[in-house]
Nanobody, 121 residues
Framework: QVQLQESGPGLVKPSQTLSLTCTVS??????????WSWVRQAPGKGLEWIGY???????YYSPALKSRTSISRDTSKNQFTLQLSSVTLEDTAVYYC?????????????WGQGTQVTVSS
């Protein structure tokens, strides 16, 4: 059974960097053809894809967030990490990590439970 668990601060101040870690069990983040994404959902809005790190280590980011986003991984710990810089109140959301094998929401097969991140001074 594949499990993903997000961890990190629930409160971040404006202009600071949001940092979240996803710990994966039951699968390796280097397993071929899977990618490991960060997704968020702001209050009253739909899911927003932030970016992913592929099994190869290559990264891809949403054009809307690319300038502020960095996704990295620690294969020894089977973890991948999101850093989102210069946060504003609009970055308040529930953040999810997920495993995917394609480009549509239907092609994500495992999700973390999500973690609330609030941007507030």
């Amino acid at each position: 059974q594949v499990q993903l668990q997000e961890s990190g601060p629930g409160l971040v101040k404006p202009s600071q960097t949001l940092s979240l870690t996803c710990t994966v069990s039951g699968a390796s983040i280097t397993d071929e053809y899977f990618h490991w994404s960060w997704v968020r959902q702001a209050p009253g809005k739909g899911l927003e894809w932030i970016g992913y790190i592929a099994y190869s280590g290559m990264t891809y980011y949403s054009p809307a967030l690319k300038s502020r986003t960095s996704i990295s991984r620690d294969t020894s710990k089977n973890q991948f990490t999101l850093q989102l810089s210069s946060v504003t109140l609009e970055d308040t959301a529930v953040y999810y990590c997920a495993r995917g094998y394609g480009g549509t929401w239907e092609e994500y097969d495992y999700w973390g439970q999500g973690t609330q991140v609030t941007v507030s001074s």
